[in-house]
């Protein structure tokens, strides 16, 4: 296994060091060159979304080829469109103040591409999770890396055959899973490491990642919580709750992971929550209903849901006509009412279509029992009340906040995606993106007239008056 594991690294590194070498020889891309690129990967995507959301069905037995559209194509495409319209700017070198001490020189940032950014893809979102860190990899001028998992057989094929015609392997090389090649990947020595994946993978990579001070990019996940307040519709919210945990069968990584709700609420919202799914789904055999990813996760909501009753909680399918299906790995959505700590559905991230049912008495309850978790990557307060949404953004700390309703901070490129603590390190999309894929170099020009001559030693008695003059002023303007 270590010979094998040897020879991947091997290869891999040699494509690594090709795509340096290249990086080297040309390591200010212009911003038409940027746009260029953009444009061609636009161009791919659109062109050949069918057979991408052909191949994403066939990677997960069954997934709707209209939330592929929603939520990969358009999400992908809109990244690389605001990259476009944006880079230019982006590429702008940024002034900065000069002390008065140090004038005339003048102070500057310029963005300069690190040179080869490697990027590990999860199955969950494979087409977006790819093209989104590429955008900003791509727009910061850098050569980029790409391993696909192993549950994208399907779409890792045609990408690979997609880019090696629009692409060079100097440029852009997608990798597929063969095993042991994720651990390869991740000891690489490349410039930045972008991986979206579970909390204990995360950890590996950054150790693995650590042999060559490689910086990371953590997008990982954990139990993102939402929090219904009294004031706020019960079916509206519900509406939209439901809704996106829904997309793909909750495996999401910002997905709501369990709900908090008003005591004197629990019954209406589970009633609501029936009511709502008997209008969308009479069955899951419906095509807009995804299938479980693969037998693994299939058995784990099994038994997450064995265990939970076990220990005493009540389950409600909310499409009580269906039972899940281990064919088609399809799996009905079910609510899990008065979870414990003690139960799995409230002990790991969830990544499937349970909702957890927790009920509290004021809004510093919920926010207690938030706080005495690890951070999540997202939360979601459904509340109309100024004061109540200040509360929960101020005394809670997570990835993303959304205000009435759930995941669409991460659809705003304007805005940074990432995690904190558990949930991840660094951010991306957009500006962010472009930043955190460049080195943002700072830079003094000297001008031919200073006053540095005088702090240099031996000190002369005008530059002890000069350095004493300056301490005692700065001393004084913060008594």
């Known amino acids: ?113 690190l040179g080869v950014v490697g990027i590990i893809v999860p199955w969950n979102y494979p087409l977006f999770l790819t093209i989104a860190p590429m955008v900003a990899a791509l727009a910061a001028g850098n050569r980029v890396m790409v391993k696909m998992s192993e549950n994208s057989q399907h779409l890792c094929q045609l990408l690979q055959q997609l880019f090696a015609h629009d692409f060079s392997a100097e440029q852009i090389y997608i990798v597929a899973e063969e095993g042991e090649t994720g651990i390869a990947f991740s000891q690489l020595a490349f410039d930045h490491l972008i991986f979206t994946g579970s909390t204990t993978t995360g950890k590996a990579v950054m150790a693995a990642a650590a042999t060559h001070l490689v910086p990371v990019t953590l997008e990982l996940g954990g139990k993102s919580p939402v929090i219904l307040a009294d004031d706020y519709d019960v079916h509206l919210a519900l509406s ?106 409230m002990q790991r991230e969830i990544f499937g279509p349970l909702l957890p049912i927790i009920t509290y008495k004021n809004i510093q309850q919920a926010v207690d029992y938030i706080n005495a978790r690890e951070r999540p990557l997202a939360l979601y307060l459904f509340s109309n009340d100024k004061t109540v949404q200040q509360q929960v953004i101020n005394q809670t700390r997570s990835g ?56 240099y030693a031996p000190y002369s008695k005008i530059g002890q008056r000069l350095i004493n003059f300056i301490i005692n002023r700065k001393l004084s303007r913060y008594k």
Not at 279 to 296: G, N
Not at 417 to 423: D, E, L, P, Q, R
Request: hydrophobic share 35%.
């Open 1 to 113: 296994m270590m010979n094998l594991l040897m020879t991947t690294v091997t290869e891999l590194e040699q494509y690594r060091q090709r795509q340096y070498d290249a990086f080297m020889q040309h390591s200010m891309p212009t911003v038409e060159e940027r746009i260029t690129n953009l444009k061609i990967l636009k161009q791919l995507i659109t062109q050949h979304q069918v057979q991408i959301c052909q191949a994403i069905t066939a990677d997960f037995g069954c997934r709707s080829t209209t939330e592929t559209a929603l939520l990969e194509i358009f999400t992908s495409l809109e990244s690389i469109n605001g990259a476009i319209k944006d880079v230019k700017a982006w590429m702008k070198p940024q002034h900065r103040h000069t002390s008065l001490w140090f004038k005339p020189a003048k102070n500057s940032v310029i963005p300069q591409p």
């Open 240 to 345: 939209r709750i439901l809704g996106g945990k829904m997309y793909n069968s909750g495996q999401t990584c910002v997905a709501p992971d369990y709900l908090l709700v008003p005591q004197a609420l629990e019954s209406e919202v589970i009633r609501q929550s029936q009511a709502i799914m008997a209008q969308r789904f009479t069955d899951i055999q419906h095509p807009d209903y995804t299938s479980i990813i693969d037998d693994l996760s299939f058995s784990r909501l099994c038994d997450t849901v064995e265990n939970a009753v076990e220990l005493g909680a009540k389950v409600i399918n909310l499409i009580p006509k269906s039972a899940a299906d281990p064919q088609q790995r399809k799996f009905p959505l079910q609510l899990i009412c008065q979870p414990t700590d003690v139960m799995t559905v």
């Open 400 to 455: 993303g906040v959304t205000i009435n309703d759930v995941m669409l901070h991460v659809a705003q490129d304007d805005l940074p995606f990432g995690g904190i603590g558990h949930s991840g390190m660094g951010h991306y999309h957009g500006r962010d993106g472009f930043e955190r894929l460049s080195k943002l170099r700072p830079i003094t020009y000297q001008a031919a007239l200073s006053t540095t001559k005088y702090f």
